[in-house]
């Protein structure tokens, strides 16, 4: 097998980085096997049970702490910064994703060359019906709104070329959302059901407003349709109130009858006021996300590095 590297980003899992890593090496540690651990800002033990990892020895291990706590997607990019492998895997380190699953993974790129990228979607999910119809949703949202297109329950869990790496590694923007990034840069696909297996320890670190603030940054990302919603807006309006201004004033002219009062301009007034926030909270969402990435400062900043000497 060609030369591994798993990408993994952690953030307080201290209690799952000694699993994980027995669970990987004995699954793959037959190959030539990095394993490149992110600890993103993490408050508990992490970092610790990290380094007792890499002085085992037993594979190649890199570990990258952040200063503070930047994001998944930061993780996932200083992985991809430190992977040197023929093949990267994005796994998480809580072992919901089985490392047994990355073998099949790389067996399909050693076996179908026009293949570039390997990712896993699941097949049956544990989680609440809300939860599962508010995720439908997005997908068919943003499948709508971009210009590429998202494999519907498609998670990061996913291995491809070292060209792929290459690829994701050119984009320097800011806010990054994988999923988009790697339906953007394109590159044959192949897609794998798995199921997804109870956390070995703690909870997961996605609540419901995490998943929605990262609905919000894949839509605006990959996405202009909501700048064009709110001209719509504007122009549906701007309609709606002229025609409504010339039947007062027919009105008014052939019947005689006073002119709507306070209620009637209080309401409209309102709806107007609530149409034109809301158009200008979509442009300072794209604004704010122009201005911060005009600053042009890093994804991430490492304050330690362990296992880079060479």
């Given at each position: 097998?060609?030369?591994?590297?798993?990408?993994?980003?952690?953030?307080?899992?201290?209690?799952?980085?000694?699993?994980?890593?027995?669970?990987?090496?004995?699954?793959?540690?037959?190959?030539?096997?990095?394993?490149?651990?992110?600890?993103?800002?993490?408050r508990?033990?992490?970092?610790?049970?990290l380094?007792?990892i890499?002085?085992r020895?037993?594979c190649?291990?890199?570990i990258v702490?952040?200063?503070?706590?930047?994001g998944k997607?930061?993780?996932?990019?200083?992985?991809?910064?430190?992977a040197?492998g023929?093949?990267?895997?994005?796994?998480?380190?809580?072992?919901?994703?089985?490392?047994?699953?990355?073998?099949?993974?790389?067996a399909?790129?050693?076996e179908?060359?026009?293949?570039?990228?390997?990712?896993?979607?699941q097949d049956?999910?544990?989680?609440?019906?809300?939860?599962s119809?508010?995720?439908?949703?997005f997908?068919?949202?943003?499948?709508?709104?971009?210009?590429?297109?998202?494999?519907?329950?498609?998670?990061?869990?996913?291995?491809?070329?070292?060209?792929?790496?290459?690829?994701?590694?050119?984009?320097?923007?800011?806010?990054r959302f994988?999923?988009?990034?790697?339906?953007?840069v394109?590159?044959?696909?192949?897609?794998?059901?798995?199921?997804?297996?109870?956390?070995?320890?703690?909870?997961?670190?996605?609540?419901f407003?995490?998943?929605?603030?990262?609905?919000?940054?894949?839509?605006?990302g990959?996405s202009?349709?909501?700048?064009?919603?709110?001209?719509?807006?504007?122009?549906?309006?701007?309609?709606?109130?002229l025609i409504?201004?010339?039947?007062?004033i027919?009105?008014?002219?052939?019947r005689?009858?006073?002119?709507?009062g306070?209620?009637t301009?209080?309401?409209?007034?309102?709806?107007?006021?609530?149409?034109?926030?809301f158009?200008i909270?979509?442009?300072?969402?794209?604004?704010?996300?122009?201005?911060?990435?005009?600053?042009n400062?890093?994804?991430?900043?490492?304050?330690?590095?362990?296992?880079?000497?060479?």
């Amino acid at each position: 097998m060609a030369k591994l590297s798993l990408v993994v980003p952690c953030y307080n899992e201290g209690e799952n980085v000694i699993p994980f890593h027995e669970a990987a090496v004995k699954a793959l540690g037959d190959g030539e096997l990095e394993i490149v651990y992110i600890d993103d800002g993490s408050r508990d033990a992490t970092l610790h049970n990290l380094k007792k990892i890499y002085a085992r020895g037993d594979c190649k291990v890199k570990i990258v702490s952040f200063s503070r706590n930047f994001g998944k997607e930061s993780g996932i990019y200083a992985g991809l910064e430190h992977a040197t492998g023929d093949y990267i895997c994005i796994i998480d380190a809580d072992l919901q994703q089985r490392p047994e699953i990355v073998r099949d993974m790389v067996a399909i790129l050693e076996e179908q060359p026009d293949v570039d990228v390997v990712a896993a979607y699941q097949d049956r999910r544990g989680e609440g019906k809300v939860l599962s119809f508010f995720k439908r949703s997005f997908y068919k949202v943003i499948n709508r709104l971009s210009k590429v297109a998202l494999q519907p329950d498609a998670s990061d869990f996913r291995t491809f070329r070292k060209s792929v790496r290459d690829s994701l590694l050119s984009l320097g923007e800011y806010h990054r959302f994988s999923k988009g990034i790697f339906a953007w840069v394109g590159y044959n696909t192949a897609f794998i059901p798995y199921t997804a297996c109870a956390r070995v320890n703690g909870k997961t670190k996605w609540s419901f407003w995490k998943l929605f603030n990262y609905a919000i940054e894949g839509i605006i990302g990959f996405s202009t349709a909501p700048l064009r919603l709110a001209t719509l807006l504007g122009s549906v309006t701007g309609v709606a109130a002229l025609i409504y201004l010339i039947c007062v004033i027919v009105e008014k002219l052939t019947r005689g009858i006073a002119v709507p009062g306070y209620a009637t301009i209080i309401v409209l007034i309102l709806l107007l006021s609530s149409v034109q926030l809301f158009c200008i909270g979509i442009i300072g969402e794209y604004v704010g996300r122009n201005f911060e990435q005009s600053k042009n400062r890093p994804v991430y900043i490492a304050k330690e590095i362990v296992g880079e000497e060479e």
